[in-house]
């Protein structure tokens, strides 16, 4: 599942996926805070989300943000991580 978006008003509140959440930053800056840490995202910036980690965005200046997202669900990552011979599933 794959996500693009452009907001410029638009805050989703505190969250969480049960997937992960692999984003890019491409224009703007995004607010978000994930778990108790706050966080500027400007354009550039990858974000990075494990499955159930509480989450939230909004604008964090006037013009807003866009992003492109993933979902990659725990069925996949766990072909990843047994192909690349990793013990578990990635935390990041």
Same mark, same amino acid.
Do not use: Q
């Given at each position: 599942?794959?996500?693009a @978006? ?16 692999? $984003?890019?930053?491409?224009? $703007? ?5 994930m ?7 400007? @354009? ?6 494990n ?8 604008? $964090? @200046?006037?013009? $807003? ?12 990552? @766990? ?14």
């Amino acid at each position: 599942e794959m996500l693009a @978006a452009r907001y410029r008003d638009h805050a989703y509140a505190l969250h969480t996926h049960p997937t992960w959440v692999f $984003g890019v930053v491409v224009a $703007g800056v995004e607010k978000l805070r994930m778990g108790p840490r706050r966080h500027l995202a400007t @354009a550039g910036s990858i974000i990075i989300v494990n499955p159930e980690e509480p989450h939230d965005g909004e604008k $964090g @200046a006037p013009s $807003g943000w866009a992003y492109r997202t993933c979902y990659p669900d725990v069925a996949l990552m @766990a072909e990843i991580a047994a192909e690349l011979e990793l013990p578990g599933l990635p935390m990041f």
